[in-house]
């Protein structure tokens, strides 16, 4: 089956490597781009063999099997719902879902009410020490978890990442989705309440670029995340996925992107890891087409995206009032 995808939106960084994975994939064709830089959009569709539209309703005009919408943050919602409204059934957003939890909700709606199906992008489901992480806690290797200490540090990203309209938030609402939604991925097991300090230190903003969280789950498992925009441009890469998930038989250590190679360079007078391992974008990608041609569901549902954004929500208002929050 060929499969036309439209793009809605270049703006998040994790556009242009979902685009260069649907050009690997046999039979899919990306059959219209929208951005809001239109000179970017054109040059987009030219890289990637497709047509640029300036109005993404037009783009929503063709006949599409599948759409994937990388806009703002604050932009989801309104991509989303157009793109259902429009007849599309496979939508792929990246995370977070949205901004708030009425937006998110909204999308989660509509979709149903079109018969849409709402993937979120998650790609760090597709880690391989994830996916083996994931294989030992469902074989009870380490026994019952008890607890967890996790990692999301990166770089500063800037642009509109930085501006809260458009963001919803800083390092805590770029990064704590994708640690929350591996740990109910691997837990069955929702977040209950969240506690929160945040701020900034290593940035001179307004936006946040440093949290600690400490989660309490449903299951009597409590975890910490260290999230921040920490790294500085000379550090060797963009940042890292960390877990170590402690069990009453042992203990699974997840460094996510471990598989690279330390590369000194007198060329720019700084250290590299370049990353040599798996595609977690592509495996991602192949997953979402895979669901577009009826073979499978996307494992990733909205909802999945609304559960992730909850705590994050939950921990700036933890911040704010220096109290645990009830989710």
Same mark, same amino acid.
């Given at each position: 089956?060929?499969?036309?995808?439209?793009?809605?939106?270049?703006?998040?960084?994790?556009?242009?490597?979902?685009?260069?994975?649907?050009?690997?994939?046999?039979?899919?064709?990306?059959?219209?781009?929208?951005?809001?830089?239109?000179?970017?959009?054109?040059?987009?569709?030219?890289?990637?063999?497709?047509?640029?539209?300036?109005?993404?309703?037009?783009?929503?005009?063709?006949?599409?099997?599948?759409?994937?919408?990388?806009?703002?943050?604050?932009?989801?919602?309104?991509?989303?719902?157009?793109?259902?409204?429009?007849?599309?059934?496979?939508?792929?957003?990246?995370?977070?879902?949205?901004?708030?939890?009425?937006?998110?909700?909204? *999308?989660?709606?509509?979709?149903? @009410?079109?018969? /849409? =199906?709402?993937?979120?992008? #998650?790609?760090?489901?597709? $880690?391989?020490?994830?996916?083996?992480?994931?294989?030992?806690?469902?074989?009870?290797?380490?026994?019952?978890?008890?607890?967890?200490?996790?990692?999301?540090?990166?770089?500063?990203?800037?642009?509109?990442?930085?501006?809260?309209?458009?963001?919803?938030?800083?390092?805590?609402?770029?990064?704590?989705?994708?640690?929350?939604?591996?740990?109910?991925?691997? *837990?069955?097991?929702?977040?209950? @309440?969240?506690? /929160? =300090?945040?701020?900034?230190? #290593?940035?001179?903003?307004? $936006?946040?670029?440093?949290?600690?969280?400490?989660?309490?789950?449903?299951?009597?498992?409590?975890?910490?995340?260290?999230?921040?925009?920490?790294?500085?441009?000379?550090?060797?890469?963009?940042?890292?996925?960390?877990?170590?998930?402690?069990?009453?038989?042992?203990?699974?250590?997840?460094?996510?992107?471990?598989?690279?190679?330390?590369?000194?360079?007198?060329?720019?007078?700084?250290?590299?890891?370049?990353?040599?391992?798996?595609?977690?974008?592509?495996?991602?990608?192949?997953?979402?087409?895979?669901?577009?041609?009826?073979?499978?569901?996307?494992?990733?549902?909205?909802?999945?995206?609304?559960?992730?954004?909850?705590?994050?929500?939950?921990?700036?208002?933890?911040?704010?009032?220096?109290?645990?929050?009830?989710?």
């Amino acid at each position: 089956m060929n499969v036309k995808i439209g793009m809605i939106s270049f703006a998040h960084m994790h556009a242009g490597s979902y685009a260069s994975c649907l050009k690997q994939i046999d039979g899919v064709e990306i059959a219209g781009i929208y951005n809001e830089d239109e000179d970017q959009g054109k040059a987009l569709a030219q890289r990637f063999g497709s047509k640029f539209y300036p109005d993404y309703n037009k783009l929503l005009e063709q006949e599409l099997d599948g759409v994937i919408v990388c806009s703002t943050n604050a932009d989801h919602n309104k991509h989303v719902i157009s793109a259902a409204n429009a007849g599309c059934k496979h939508i792929l957003c990246e995370k977070p879902i949205a901004t708030t939890l009425d937006d998110a909700k909204a *999308m989660i709606y509509h979709c149903k @009410e079109n018969k /849409a =199906e709402l993937g979120i992008a #998650f790609p760090c489901r597709y $880690i391989p020490a994830v996916i083996n992480a994931k294989v030992a806690i469902d074989d009870a290797s380490i026994g019952k978890i008890l607890a967890a200490k996790t990692t999301n540090h990166g770089r500063m990203p800037g642009g509109w990442f930085i501006v809260k309209e458009k963001s919803g938030g800083g390092a805590v609402m770029d990064h704590t989705p994708h640690v929350v939604d591996l740990l109910r991925w691997f *837990m069955k097991s929702d977040p209950i @309440e969240v506690y /929160a =300090e945040i701020d900034n230190k #290593f940035h001179n903003m307004d $936006i946040d670029d440093t949290g600690i969280l400490t989660i309490q789950f449903d299951n009597g498992v409590f975890a910490t995340l260290d999230t921040s925009w920490s790294r500085t441009k000379s550090y060797p890469t963009w940042g890292d996925v960390t877990m170590e998930i402690v069990g009453t038989e042992g203990v699974i250590s997840v460094d996510g992107f471990a598989q690279d190679i330390d590369l000194y360079s007198d060329a720019n007078n700084s250290a590299q890891w370049v990353y040599w391992g798996d595609n977690m974008d592509l495996f991602l990608v192949k997953d979402f087409i895979a669901s577009v041609r009826g073979e499978k569901p996307f494992p990733i549902k909205g909802e999945d995206g609304l559960k992730a954004l909850e705590v994050a929500l939950a921990a700036y208002e933890s911040a704010k009032v220096k109290l645990p929050i009830k989710i």
